[in-house]
């Protein structure tokens, strides 16, 4: 079945409420990044033989060093950004250092985990959240703005419309 825009309108504009942009928010982005960290034998087996209960296989035998020895200087590397991010969290936070990135996303957005969505959603507008980890760096994330949802138009809409159209038509529904 084919259908031309003008019905897809029709349709559209008395189902409009149905069609709402997801909440927005545009975020003041400040990434601390990992730069140049080297760690010697014996940090690494250090850490190893503090931590090594978190390195286990699924029958609980905790893994060789080589094996883990990746996500031992990953582990290192988070552990010294750490200092890092909180201490640029405080001057981002007083206005001494810029964002890194802006960016306006839409609500649980891919990039960032639930943990951090979470924290998002409750924060309040100009806020500074604590450092988070996202993939092997830390992000701290300040509240720009806050964009409740809005009615789509016709263009950002179409395809919802034409999925509800047709669904509406094949459940017996109003479709035109």
Do not use: C, H
């Not at 545009?26 to 850490?47: P, R, V």
């Not at 992000?139 to 720009?144: F, Q, R």
């Not at 964009?147 to 263009?155: A, D, L, T, V, Y």
Request: no cysteine; proline share 3%.
């Amino acid at each position: 079945m084919t259908i031309n825009d003008e019905k897809l309108k029709e349709y559209w504009s008395s189902n409009s409420i149905n069609y709402l942009t997801p909440q927005r928010y545009q975020l003041e982005l400040l990434w601390t990044e990992a730069k140049d960290l080297n760690f010697s034998d014996e940090e690494i087996e250090k850490f190893y033989k503090e931590n090594s209960f978190e390195y286990v296989d699924k029958n609980g035998t905790i893994k060789p060093l080589e094996e883990v020895k990746s996500e031992i200087v990953k582990a290192l590397t988070l552990k010294k950004l750490r200092k890092e991010a909180l201490l640029a969290r405080s001057k981002f936070k007083k206005g001494k250092i810029e964002a890194t990135e802006v960016i306006t996303v839409d609500e649980n957005d891919k990039r960032f985990p639930q943990e951090i969505w979470g924290q998002i959603k409750n924060a309040k507008v100009d806020e500074v959240l604590k450092p988070k980890v996202v993939g092997n760096k830390y992000v701290t994330v300040k509240i720009k703005s806050i964009i409740p949802p809005q009615k789509m138009s016709f263009e950002e809409a179409k395809e919802l419309v034409k999925r509800g159209f047709f669904g509406g038509k094949r459940k017996g529904g109003e479709g035109l």
